[in-house]
């Protein structure tokens, strides 16, 4: 069992930047695949990046790539995705979710978060 804890939304104009933290519970955290999925208000949730269990391998969706990064810490139970030039389509709740595949897709998820909001305001 895995419990995921998310910090670090909030409010940021446009080419701003936020990085989200994602704590995770459990002596197993460096056996998962860490990934981050958003979801904006009437829209579905989206892939926007993974990172394998040790660090070596990384994802992202097309829409964030050059601009977000992720990185875990696996001494810390820690993932981290640090969002750099913020646009006003990056708004939504982003959640962290840890699965045993290296993955992008959401069923393969396991175990998530309760979500951060994030607002890029224009």
């Known amino acids: 069992q895995v419990q995921l804890v998310e910090s670090g939304g909030g409010l940021v104009q446009a080419g701003g930047s936020l990085r989200l933290s994602c704590a995770a519970s459990g002596r197993t955290f460096s056996s998962y695949t860490m990934g981050w999925f958003r979801q904006a208000p009437g829209k579905e949730r989206e892939f926007v990046a993974a990172i394998s269990w040790s660090g070596s391998a990384a994802s992202y969706a097309d829409s964030v790539k050059g601009r977000f990064t992720i990185s875990r810490d696996n001494a810390k139970n820690t993932v981290y995705l640090q969002m750099n030039s913020l646009k006003p389509e990056d708004t939504a709740v982003y959640y962290c979710?840890?699965?045993?595949?290296?993955?992008?897709?959401?069923?393969?998820?396991?175990?998530w978060g309760q979500g951060t909001q994030v607002t890029v305001s224009s």
């Open positions: 979710a840890a699965s045993g595949f290296y993955s992008n897709i959401a069923s393969q998820y396991a175990y």
